[in-house]
């Protein structure tokens, strides 16, 4: 029998984030020997009660066949534990679906800098810009983008990596056939041609309300890290935020305004422990020592002129002498602006950048992780850092 008719039974079982799925695997040890399992066998899995045992002991896979036989029709990819495909980084998780339903290209999870956005459906033009602008800068920068594609900010940060021309998940409350909100069936075709619909709801699977929240541990599983751009006091947002927290993922917040009702949720997310995010810039930085190899450096962003020499009489040999490049600093941020005159100046190490620019060490290691992952300088052997030309 196929591997993925067993594994497709088995998600019917129990209901969707159930945690008792992958314990029933886990205690029986594959998905044959569960499948094979008599009474006897299954009473000793632990924490499993009658009804439990009752619902495994129903071998039919008439359901699993006709769920299978419509992905086929439909082109739609059946990725399970045993496949390749699979993300080991969501199998970790509690409750981890066991069976994803996949459009779109392969899934390469486990090596990927994959990022959460999320937040209000009701966003705000803050919001909205925010999550636009960070959304696009990451993608630009090598990182996966996952959200739910739903209305407001999940919206906003597919459609800014589309235009960033990078690579987005978009996990479904409902089959990956059932486009959800209806108005975005055509972003959802465009993410299907540069990323990954998925779904653990079976082909046809209408949208329910309670689906979504479950979905949400899917968005964090997958993800190193969730932003949370825009939320208020009551969001399903801040549902995927604190499944982050479960899974041990970190949890990112973009700060608004003290008045406004539709960031009392992310600026209490900030008050707990979630990490502050106003660039894109702010998140790589808590990823460049692990998962530097996955950052696109971009071209500096700073700013050269040169300054023209002089005409005047003067002896030739003076005139040899190359002009001296005048470098501009005022687009960066003041600690960057600061590290950058520094090393403008002569400066080559951390030492020499605190002797020219009064910033303390933890402050000087912060604005380099920035502007080397922004591409503005490069570090050398030996910890020495120059201004890239």
Known sequence: MRKELLWIWLSEVFYKGSPKTKAAVDSLGTIDELYAAKRELLAQIPGFCESDIKKLEDKSIEKAEKI??????????????????????????????????????????DNELTIAIVGTRNASENGRGSAERIAYDLARHGAVIVSGLAKGIDTVAASAVIRARGKTVAVFGCGVDVIYPAENKSLARKVEEIGTLLSEYPPGTRPLPKFFPMRNRIISGLSLGTIVAEAPEKSGALITARYALEQNRDVFAVPSGIFEKLAEGTNNLIKAGAIPVTSAGDVLAEYAATHGEKIKFSSSPVREEIK??????????????????????????????????????????????????????????????LLEIRGCIKRNPGNRFRIKD
């Not at 992905?71 to 390749?84: A, D, E, L, Q, V």
């Not at 699979?86 to 199998?91: A, C, E, K, S, V």
């Not at 960057?336 to 020219?356: N, P, S, W």
């Open 68 to 109: 299978f036989s419509d992905c086929m029709k439909k082109g739609i990819r059946i990725i399970t534990p045993h496949n390749p495909e699979y993300p080991m980084r969501l199998w970790q998780i509690p409750n981890p679906p066991v069976v994803l339903y996949a459009k779109g290209g392969l899934l390469d999870i």
């Open 308 to 369: 023209e020499p002089v005409q005047q009489s003067t002896p030739p040999k003076i005139m040899e002498e190359p002009p001296r490049k005048v470098r501009n600093f005022d687009n960066l941020a003041e600690n960057e602006r600061k590290v950058m005159e520094a090393l403008d100046a002569g400066a080559e190490t951390v030492d020499g950048i605190v002797q020219k620019s009064g910033l303390a060490v933890p402050q000087i290691q912060s604005a380099l992780t």
